[in-house]
């Protein structure tokens, strides 16, 4: 299965750079090239594509400009030769940074990401990053035992430290793979090979205790016990 992509740069030279890029991957296909962000923005208004390789500094209107402006935008990866722009672009959800010059291998690791095989797998070593004091923190998602919100920022409890971002919870929600994560209340995302008993509407991860709304309760106990409950007969 093949993904298209769009190259969105200014600079002539960078652009032929990734679509030597582009070309030599097979799973990728090159549907064209924009020196602008405002070609691209009216090229995306008739097509649809599953990836943009996108610059961030441009005239007139940077790649992130752009990313917020989209309505439903594909998966983006930056393009820059400036490091300090990557926070805000794993703001917006980018899906890699590249920083220039781009070797393959570097290339390749980051566009394998976005195939929808990879997306929706979930092994030990996946993580998530998330802006934590002014830096990006790695945080394997194996560690993490719940998630809450409290008013505009999320509290990550880990097995080893709480993180405190700002961001909303349904923004980390959807970059858990669902079969290790579930909702149980408006507030929490729980872990689920982290819970270790049920007691009413609680759920207990280790020490810690997590509610379950009574909306969610049926579907929070198919998801944790479901048919793995041994009684007497």
């Excluded at 309505?71 to 920083?99: C, H, K, M, Q, S």
């Excluded at 810690?208 to 479901?226: A, C, D, H, M, T």
């Amino acid at each position: 299965m093949s993904m298209r992509c769009i190259i969105v740069d200014d600079e002539i030279l960078a652009r032929e750079g990734l679509e030597e890029l582009v070309v030599k991957t097979p799973f990728l296909e090159h549907c064209g090239s924009f020196g602008s962000a405002f070609k691209a923005m009216e090229f995306l208004r008739e097509n649809e594509v599953d990836l943009i390789l996108l610059d961030i500094q441009m005239p007139d209107m940077t790649g992130l400009e752009l990313m917020k402006v989209l309505v439903n935008p594909p998966e983006v990866i930056f393009t820059t030769a400036y490091r300090e722009f990557a926070i805000d672009g794993f703001e917006l959800n980018a899906v890699d940074y590249l920083l220039k010059p781009i070797s393959y291998e570097r290339f390749l690791k980051a566009v394998q990401k976005v195939m929808p095989n990879n997306k929706s797998k979930s092994t030990e070593s996946d993580y998530i990053f998330v802006k934590c004091d002014g830096s990006i923190v790695k945080i394997p998602l194996k560690e993490i035992l719940f998630i809450e919100t409290a008013k505009d920022y999320i509290f990550i409890h880990t097995l080893h430290k709480r993180y405190m971002t700002l961001v909303p919870l349904r923004q980390v929600e959807e970059k858990l793979p669902n079969e290790h994560f579930v909702r149980v209340h408006r507030s929490y995302v729980v872990g689920l090979s982290h819970v270790n008993k049920m007691e009413g509407n609680l759920l207990h991860l280790g020490d810690k205790k997590v509610p379950i709304s009574r909306r969610l309760k049926e579907e929070v106990y198919q998801r944790i016990v479901g048919n793995r409950l041994i009684e007497r007969t």
